[in-house]
Structures are given as structure tokens and as C-alpha cells.
């Protein structure tokens, strides 16, 4: 007996015989190698078998030799498949058309990244790529062998010491390795290290030059911190001074901050809208005639189709757009003053760098009036205070 998947390859029938010479009929049948199975009595001078659709066709002299009859009660496999399709022609096109676009879609570049380049320009390599034939929307088969490209890449782009190019589903992922190159050192001229403000210092590090000033010292806007000038007047030397200073240094601050705060809050009423993605551009299908509101809230999810370690240049975008509204709430006079503080610290640390640090603050005037509080603030903020000077010839 044939397995079930090559009966079904060749088609096959499922038949009721009716008449008074049935088992002659099957003897018959067998006796001429008849690829029957599945025989039973359903009934006195009735019974039901599965037949190959080729026997099927050789019963008939037998059914007149024992006076049977027969009837078709199920047809199975892929030539009654075929001829369902062959009445649906459209249908049947339509689904050939489909994987033929399937496959075409799927034979497209739709994307070209680069990994692991730092200092060489993502646009240059891509440029060089695209002189190579390598660019979206190409034809996977109209490239060259990816080894191939590789070397010929590598051969535009000098600063690139190895390049290796990966096929993953649609995407092309380029992958660089750069050259080491020495450091270069940059030289300096002469220069002093001046105060950029005026401060309390409160450290002096020197690498190169001679400090003039010490720890808790006030020095003024533009007194020389660490000098570029080292020796005795006899064996003098002019040097690029290099080091740190730090120091305190005092900023004031006028504050104004309301008592009451605006938070925004979801109204309840939102809408969704949906869009087919078809490589980098997406088709809005619903949410049409729909308006934004004054204010609100957008978020979406996104999903991409795959199959299999691929990622097919397909899928789609549900966009949820939610009203907001602004509502004012009530904070009081201690919350606003440490709101305002908190703000105030963070213009500070701008101004005075990121590796400056709060010593403390002294509220020299505080306020409220008219739903707000006022605040005159000093603040001792401990930062670098040294800028440099180049030395005049001469000096």
C-alpha cells in the first residue's frame, strides 16, 4: 500500500457500490492488482472503499460483468485540486501573483546600514557602496558575490582596515574595522593659567609650569593661576603652562516661581489610526477625517513581518492619538521655593560645567506675593577657574 501523501499526489476517490455481486466485484478488482483499501458493509447489498483515481477508471468493465453500480462520494488529492482551480482562474492567479511578489519583494535591497565605524563618515561608506552597485532598492541578484564586494570596497575606503558584507534577509549590513592611526600630539605655545572668575581656590594641580597661588586664596578675573614662566632670571624658560585649578565661586540668583503648576492630564478620548509599511514608507488606511485635538498625546506600536532569521520589508503601524488637557493644581509655598531651587541649580551647573559641585547657598531675600514666591538666592559652587593666556613675545 502506497503512503498516503503519494495517494493523494495521484488523486483518489472514496465510492459507494451498490449490488447484488459485490464481493465478486472486489475479488475481481483485487485479482487485477486494483489498488483498493478501506473496504466495509454499510448496509445489505451496499458497500464503501477507497480507489485510486487511475483504477477508477479501469472499474467499469467489471461493474457491467457483475451488474454493480457506483457512486462518488468524496474526491481527494492534487488533480481534483487542480481542476477546482482551473474554474477559478482568477483565484488561482491571484494566488501565484502573490507569491510570485512574494518572491520579488523578498529579492529587493530595501536597507543598507554600516556597524562599526566611528571616525570614517557613515555617508562616505555609503557613497563608495553605491559606486559598487550596493544601494536600496537593487536587485539581490544583479550584486556582486559579497566576498567580491568586499575587496573592491576596501579598495576605495583607505582608512578602513577590513570590511566584511552580510545578507540578512532584505538588509545589507556593512561592517568596518578602522585603521589605527598614531595619535598626534598637538603643540602648544606658550601660555599662562589665568583665573576665567573670580574665587576662593580651594585646589592646585600643575603639570607643566610654576603655580603662584595657593589653597583658600581669593583671586580675581584674570590673575595668573600657573605660570609659563619657570627659572631664575639668569636661566629663564617659557613653557605651555598645563594643570587644573579649582575653586569657589559665588553666583546670585533672582528667582521667581508660581505657587500653583500646570500638569497634563488624558481626557479619555482618543482614536486610533493604522498604516501598511511597505519598506520605508508606510500607507494610512483608517483614521481619515479625523482631526487632531488642540493637545495631545501620540504613541504607536510597530510590527514587522519575518520568517524564519529574516526580516521581510513588510508590516504595519498602529498609531494611538490620545487628548490632553492642562490642568493647574495648587503646590503651596515650600514645594514652589525647593521647585525653584532645583531649577536655579540646574542653570548653575550649566553655566559653571559638568564637573562643577554645590557648597552651599545662603537665601539672602524671600517673599511671596500674588500666587508667587520670591527669591533672591547665593550660591557657592566649587568649579575649574582656569583658562589659558598665550605669553607675548617679549613679555
Known sequence: MQ????????????????????????????????????????????????????DFFRLRPLLKETGCRVHVEK????????????????????????????YLLSSVVWQVEVEGNDTVPTYEILQAAKLQGLKPYQWTFRLKPMDEMARDLHKELPDISWIGIEKQGTRIVIKVVEAAKPEKH????????VASKAAVVTEVRSTKGKPVVEPNRYVKK?????????????NRQVVPAEGSVRGIVWYESKLEI???????????????RFYLVL???ALQLTGYGKEDYASSDKRESRTTLGWKNYNLPFGWIKEKVLETRLDEGAEGPEAA???GLERA???????????????????????TDNGKVYMNVLFQVEETISEELPIVQGE
Open 3 to 54: 503512503p498516503l501523501f503519494i495517494r493523494k499526489l495521484r488523486g483518489y476517490v472514496r465510492i459507494t457500490i451498490r449490488g447484488g455481486e459485490i464481493e465478486f466485484l472486489l475479488n475481481k478488482a483485487a485479482g487485477q492488482e486494483f489498488q483498493i483499501w478501506d473496504i466495509r458493509r454499510t448496509g445489505p447489498g451496499k458497500a464503501a472503499a477507497s480507489l485510486v483515481l487511475k
Open 222 to 234: 584674570g590673575d595668573i593661576l600657573i605660570s609659563g614662566v619657570i627659572g631664575d632670571e639668569v
Open 186 to 193: 598637538e603643540l602648544l605655545s606658550p601660555r599662562h593659567l
Open 279 to 281: 519598506g520605508g514608507r
Open 258 to 272: 508660581p505657587v500653583s503648576r500646570q500638569y497634563m492630564v488624558y481626557t479619555g478620548e482618543s482614536f486610533d
Open 75 to 102: 474526491r481527494e488529492g492534487v488533480p481534483f485540486m487542480l481542476g477546482r482551480l482551473e474554474k477559478r482562474k482568477f483565484f488561482a492567479a491571484g494566488i501565484v501573483g502573490f507569491f510570485i511578489g512574494i
Open 345 to 367: 541649580k540646574a542653570d548653575i551647573l550649566i553655566q559653571a560645567g559638568k564637573d562643577a559641585r554645590f557648597v552651599s547657598y545662603n537665601v539672602l531675600q524671600e517673599k
Open 337 to 339: 521655593r525647593e521647585a
